[in-house]
């Protein structure tokens, strides 16, 4: 790759204060240097041109070595979304489940499919759309689970280093005989860990210091595999510090498979904890179903949940309660989870969390007509009220809260200097007088979605409705590490 | 309006054959007269060129006089939806909602909004704007509330009527003194009586036969209005047949109000009932938390309901239960009931009946542990599967359940001769094998949505990818009455 430029961004910011505020400051600045960080961020100046001169004085650098964007009025600058749950072999299925769930859900669609990419052509088809849809709906960091099969998974690695997406790769591990289809499992346990080092090494040849793309350890689920290859895994993170990814108590029937496949565990969870797959690089998706215990013991042993609200409604698995979580002290990131969930786009994941919220508060009952119980109705409203996910709320589980989930707090989610440039351009449509569409385009050569945008909202109110009405029409430009990814034309 | 030219649309066509099931046929024709009527259908023919010859041998047009409109490769046609609930006034609002509920929300959020659109140059802006994002959104009729204003609800049927819309048009009655905030109720009983005769006049004046915009009488909800009021518009409606539609049972604290203000009732359908509202021109919205009794009364006198899944989660209303519906013998609809629903999208509104339908399936508990129960557990999980919705069901909702539910079953919502062509022209994406995205455009101007298309799904699958992931790009022209009133550029 060709040494970066250097950039100058200008204008609108908007990025996570903390879990439930927004920082939206203006007329600011914000420089990259040509490795991808943020080396100054110029906040409260008059005008654009002096956020501009300041930051170039302060920085020392000529204004010939800098690229300059500056958003136009009305757009603003965010994170990239952090999608820290995605199959992206799955991404031919996106919309295709029917009325199954995930047991049936898996032999009907989804191990055919997954098995199918051993064919590289096909591979490479599936992969590059996912890769281009992601990151043109702002996703600069994606926890992939790929397949069963060496060369395709490593062939995700290169397209995501060649596209430039922030990624872990997951080749996924299969070795348990009688619960894997024999058209699609590990040949032994030996040979899935073994395959696993493959493309572990893989990764480390194209991108020696896991910069943009790193390998992640994927037991694909207690069910799929054998006590043996997830304590191997358990054992490689031991040795290498590689991330884990898995599944944890998504659906009730799967929670009733584990219970039989390993009685000596006291819950799902268990068989995690026993096995030494839970560590503070874990990423956990779904844990819907979860004991009181069992998030204990999560939160203790820090690993971290990818909540995944359009997969857990469309495949009937239930509703997970992300404030509990809260509560409990764990770390949660979003996951978009294709196709078990049917979109790709975390903006939509981060509405749907909203959703399944509301959906957690309205299972609250509030005992009535009871004078004794008025303290009672009293706590449970509040409750109802509280479990309800704000605009706020998740657009940090989209970014900051991804970025903990998936140990890159420090690098991306927000815009602070020495964090590196993960950022998209978001522009709104603006509704003209006579109301009507007037395809003048701009540069853009399309049109600009339809959060419409009539001039009296406050810029609460812009992002509010990006959130419940954005597409990837409103991601202008997207960047990961500096290096621009994604322009809409 | 200058006549219309007559039409043969050639391509694949795809309409509810039942509630349950989609017919989907190739290589077919349909023409259309000038009247904008279904004049003849042509099946299973070889190819296109011997349906369009067929069909003009047949009814002896000639060709100079008809329009032909192919869909190409992989394009469908698909009915108009039909929106059963929506408030055009609110649209400027979509994603504004915070964390309130009904009643909070109503004061906070829309009335404010409601009330300005007496600025005329403000309700163009909005009403415009609201009717042609629905109409690119393929929605082809919409039963509008608009506000107390008469000279801005006029308009907006204005509107309807120059831009191609089917529509209804209700000025939103509001009388009840103490219920209503004091800068936007009506004078009185009268005044209300008077301005909603004086929109129907309007109505009456630039359409006479109400063909395409019809006026529809509108008590806003039984708390709003006073027991005269709503009297007096039963009145009008056995005077005149005009239809009514207003709110029912969307949230527990409005359903307390409603006992309150009317205790001589047994239950909130009984005040519609009771005064005469219940009819089978009738469109009640939500309908949520709906006793036996109660959805036994609207069965009986055969009023429909509008089902608003979007709304009803944002607001954390409620799960209103489609299939317990459907098994009372009440026809449903689908409302979008913008702004309490975030999305003027009724194909949004159809994947989101299909996810609430899932949350309705979470909440039956499933017996465990008990011999016993085993019947009873088998029933249930039976139940749990049968309450879901499918493709095919949710989008019979958006089509002919909405046209039955505003009585238009007869002339809009499927393709058989002698209805009217109410349509949408609907195209996916094809993914090139680099799986990259080409911006080659077509004649289309701009990009094709992000329903993926890898040419292995069966049509069955095409549209289930459709309903789940697409948008106004995968909609590429609408018509009305055999108007072509939107085309994407």
């Known amino acids: ?72 009025d009305g757009q603003f600058f965010f994170p990239g979304f952090i999608d820290t749950h995605i199959h992206a072999a799955q991404y031919a299925n996106a919309g295709l489940f029917g009325k199954s769930s995930l047991l049936d859900w898996l032999e009907t669609y989804t191990f055919p499919l997954e098995a199918s990419l051993s064919d590289l052509s096909r591979a490479r088809r599936v992969y590059a759309r996912c890769i281009r849809r992601t990151l043109s709906h702002g996703t600069t960091t994606a926890a992939y689970f790929a397949t069963l099969d060496v060369a395709a998974t490593n062939l995700l690695a290169d397209l995501c280093l060649s596209m430039g997406q922030r990624a872990f790769v997951g080749r996924v591990c299969m070795d348990r ?20 080092r493959q493309t572990v090494e893989h990764v480390r040849r194209i991108d020696p210091g896991f910069d943009v793309v790193s390998p992640i350890l994927t037991p694909r689920f207690a069910p799929s595999c054998t006590r043996e290859v997830m304590a191997g895994l358990a054992q490689m993170h031991r040795e290498t510090g590689l991330p884990i990814q898995t599944h944890l108590s998504e659906n009730p029937g799967e929670i009733r498979l584990v219970a039989q496949l390993f009685p000596e565990s006291s819950s799902y969870t268990d068989v995690y904890h026993r096995l030494g797959l839970l560590t503070p690089r874990t990423v956990l998706a779904h844990a819907v179903h979860l004991s009181e215990e069992e998030a204990e013991v999560i939160a203790r042993e820090g690993a971290k949940v990818s909540h995944c609200p359009c997969s857990n409604t469309s495949l009937t698995s239930g509703a997970a309660r992300v404030r509990w979580l809260w509560d409990k002290g764990i770390d949660v990131g979003l996951g978009t989870d294709v196709s078990g969930g049917y979109s790709h786009s975390i903006l939509e994941a981060a509405r749907q969390a909203a959703m399944v919220s509301r959906h957690v508060a309205m299972n609250i009952e509030i005992p009535r007509d009871d004078d004794d119980d008025a303290a009672a109705a009293e706590e449970k409203t509040k409750e109802k009220e509280r479990v309800k996910l704000t605009v706020e709320e998740v657009l940090y589980l989209a970014t900051r809260g991804g970025a903990k989930c998936v140990g890159l707090e420090e690098k991306v989610g927000g815009f602070e200097v020495g964090m590196e440039w993960d950022a998209q351009l978001v522009g709104l449509s603006h509704v003209h007088d006579d109301g009507e569409l ?14 419409d945008v009539f001039g009296w ?26 290096r621009l990814v994604h322009r809409r034309r």
């Open 1 to 72: 790759m060709s040494p970066q430029r250097k950039l100058l961004l200008l204008g609108t910011f908007v990025h996570s204060k903390t879990q439930q505020s927004l920082d939206i400051f203006h007329n600011a600045g914000i420089a990259v240097d040509a490795d991808g960080k943020i080396a100054a961020v110029e906040r409260d100046v008059p005008d654009l041109s002096e956020a501009k001169a300041r930051l170039l004085t302060k920085l020392g650098w000529d204004e010939a070595e800098v690229d300059v964007t500056q958003a136009a």
């Open 177 to 196: 005989t009688e619960m894997n289809p024999a058209y699609y499992r590990d040949a032994s346990t030996e040979a899935s860990l073994e395959a696993t």
């Open 438 to 451: 007037h395809h003048d385009g701009g540069g853009d050569g399309d049109d600009h979605g339809f959060v």
């Open 457 to 482: 909202e406050s810029w609460g109110e812009r992002v509010a409705k990006w959130l419940y009405n954005g597409d990837d029409r409103n991601t202008k430009r997207v960047w990961v590490k500096g």
